[in-house]
């Protein structure tokens, strides 16, 4: 997985609360069983025109030219609910997002984040408006810097925040790391730890 | 003395294999369950890195989400590219030793419907599955909750997660429910009062009289939209109805096993004095009949109620969000719910499929029609279901009434490229969700009970169940 360090970005506006996953990759976007092939999906019932058409939308930011090359969506609270699907991280990540800055995340929602190293990072409202505001002065020149060693978003008006993650978190992204290789480390401990289950739960292991 | 605990603390201490440093624990996963939307891209991904299922017998999976319902189906599916997620599943939930609910299994069913049928779910078991609507199984006193294909492939490979701790929510429902008005009125009253984020990254704990005295199935309706509180989960604390409920189950212990089982089963409740995060309490008796009039499951309302103004939402909506929802939706504020005409009317998901709900919707339809022009379907749960059903004669009530009456499976609660409703067709749904274009492109959802959803059908516009024999 990419490690996420430091990210110096174009941040796109979508600031609508409950953005849900199916508005993200509708689900007659997901066509294969595969991660792949997901970025032309991504919100597709705002960003075209018609259902399964891929004639842009003039109005949706995407389609925007000046919001040309996005890494860092600017979003609504409660960001990704609605349904479990991956997919649309796997589309954000492939459409070349990095980040998403919103005031409160799905917890599925930042969890698959997390797994995928993209960087899900809460931020309040003010501020976030307060970046989309210094943002549309010229998206490509007025750029998102966000720093996850130090904790800290700034803005292009010198707007500044930081930003809660917990350590391991952290960790797994600043060194893009593999979660099921981590656990794997703790194998023998699980192996264990079930095996003296077994004893007092027997009806479990099946 | 050891502090006192709550249901979610006791739980969490038996499956902590490990703190890891931080504000992650490693911990035990008892079931996982997979369906044919992204079961095969887990298996998949566990396959190409080489590793394996640590403990194949606990792992199970359904055939639910792209399956067709129509009678007579087989693999070809109206969702274009859908056989291929049925194949491909099949062959990986073989390949990798999981017991698999397929296509023609008479356990064949939507997951969180057979996962309680099966007795696959049990009180105090952890359990996971990548669909957002795991939480359902917390009703049988389990902790369960939904992740997504990557956090699956983990639990496939170890037995465990690596999970933050949530923070843990009580609500509390005093009182008694009034005649007519069901868990899922509950579940949107809920939702209604604390919005779509008022639960967020939470466990929530329902109890109260109100809850204690829900059937099983009820409870399962009211824990399956705790996803739509933004909670990490929700749980129930189990009592005699859920041993009741699971006894005899296939999966379900026997024997001496299920005695010991049993005796644990009932220590598993929060400790009197347990410290919660937050707890909220509500009057089950001001609850009604419950429907939505927008694009968010909090956007409900009682069904005799009027589309709100602004002002009324403006605590939990934006103002943006709010027109987008009366434009989408074709409604304006002072709009009673009663007048709007209906297009179709479903019965059918994760929410309200069970036998108790056909029972429920059956007695409304029982000697009347669906009123002209309205194309009403329902979708039993699971194959099971069906089957009970139709020893009861429910499907010749909805049969003679004007329904649809099909094979199980997750159908048209989501618009997966195949079967939809129209676009602006204004659709009463007992399923989950009223988001922009989920049932269909363009399609507008209007979110409510069975009982709600065939008088609505009887009536030709949203119409309260209470009052159809008036």
């Given amino acids: 997985m990419t490690p996420f360090t430091t990210l110096d970005g174009v941040a796109a506006p979508l600031i609508r609360p409950n953005i849900d996953t199916d508005a993200i990759i509708p689900s007659r976007e997901m066509k294969g069983v595969t991660k792949a092939g997901l970025s032309d999906g991504l919100f597709a019932g705002w960003r075209y025109t018609e259902v399964g058409g891929r004639t842009p939308r003039a109005d949706f930011v995407l389609n925007d030219s000046a919001y040309a090359g996005a890494s860092i969506l600017l979003a609504g609270q409660n960001f990704g609910c609605g349904s479990s699907r991956e997919h649309a991280v796997w589309a954000l990540a492939e459409y070349g997002f990095r980040a998403v800055i919103a005031p409160s995340f799905s917890p599925i929602f930042q969890q698959n984040c997390l797994r995928n190293g993209l960087l899900a990072a809460a931020a309040a409202p003010d501020f976030i408006a307060e970046l989309a505001a210094g943002v549309a002065a010229g998206p490509q020149d007025h750029r998102v810097h966000i720093d996850l060693a130090a904790q800290t978003i700034l803005g292009p008006g010198g707007a500044e925040a930081r930003f809660d993650i917990d350590d391991e978190a952290k960790e797994m992204l600043l060194h893009g790391l593999d979660a099921i290789a981590l656990t794997f480390r703790s194998l023998g401990a699980i192996e264990a730890f079930r095996a003296q289950d077994q004893t007092r739960r027997p009806w479990v292991y099946l | ?470």
């Fill in chain 2, 1 to 470: 003395m050891t502090a006192p605990k709550t249901l979610f603390d006791i739980l969490w201490a038996e499956h902590l294999v490990s703190p890891l440093g931080g504000a992650d624990s490693l911990i035990l996963i008892d079931r996982i369950w997979l369906h044919e939307r992204t079961g095969a891209v887990a298996l998949r991904g566990l396959e190409a890195a080489g590793r394996k299922v640590l403990s194949p017998g606990q792992a199970f999976c359904a055939m639910d989400h792209i399956v067709d319902t129509l009678p007579g189906r087989g693999d070809a599916t109206l969702m274009p590219t859908g056989t291929a997620f049925i194949t491909a599943t099949r062959e990986a939930a073989r390949a990798a030793n999981i017991t698999l609910f397929d296509i023609g299994d008479e356990r064949q069913g939507i997951t969180h419907v057979i996962s309680p049928e099966q007795g696959v779910v049990l009180p105090g078991l952890t359990l996971i599955c990548p669909d957002s609507h795991t939480c359902t199984q917390g009703a049988l006193g389990a902790l369960a909750w939904g992740v997504g294909s990557s956090e699956a492939e983990h639990a496939l490979a170890t037995s465990t997660l690596r999970v933050r701790k949530p923070r843990t929510l009580r609500i509390e429902v005093n009182g008694r429910l009034g005649a007519g008005v069901t868990a899922k009125d509950l579940a949107l009253f809920v939702l209604s009062q604390i919005s779509s984020s008022g639960a967020a990254g939470q466990m929530i704990e329902y109890c109260g009289e109100a809850i204690s005295t829900l059937s099983v199935e009820g409870r399962m309706t009211l824990c399956n939209m705790a996803t739509e509180l933004a909670a990490f989960s929700a749980i129930i604390a189990p009592d005699d109805a859920t041993l009741d409920y699971l006894h005899g189950r296939p999966f379900a212990p026997k024997g001496p096993d299920w005695d010991r089982a049993a005796q644990y089963w009932r220590g598993l409740r929060s400790h009197d004095d347990a410290t919660f995060g937050r707890t909220l309490s509500f009057d089950a008796a001001v609850v009604s009949p419950t429907v939505t009039w927008g694009n968010s499951p909090q956007h409900a309302i009682p069904i005799d109620a009027f589309v709100p103004t602004f002002d009324h939402v403006a605590h939990y909506d934006s103002r943006e969000s709010y027109d987008r929802a009366l434009a989408y939706m074709d409604v304006q504020p002072g709009v009673r719910l009663t007048d709007l005409k209906i297009d179709a009317a479903f019965i059918g998901s994760c929410t309200n499929s069970r036998i108790s709900d056909l029972r429920a919707a059956a007695g409304v339809l029982k000697d009347r029609k669906v009123a002209p022009g309205v194309r009403a379907i329902c979708v039993p749960g699971s194959t099971a279901v069906k089957r009970q059903a139709e020893a009861e004669g429910l499907d010749r009530i909805f049969t003679a009434a004007g329904f649809e009456w099909r094979e199980s499976g997750c159908s048209m609660c989501f618009f997966a490229g195949g079967e939809s409703f129209g676009p602006q067709e204004r659709v009463v749904s007992s399923t989950n969700r009223n988001f922009e274009s989920r049932q269909g492109p363009g399609t507008r959802s209007h979110l409510a009970s069975p009982q709600t959803v065939a008088a609505s059908a009887i009536a030709g516009r949203l119409a309260d169940p209470r009052l159809l024999d008036a």
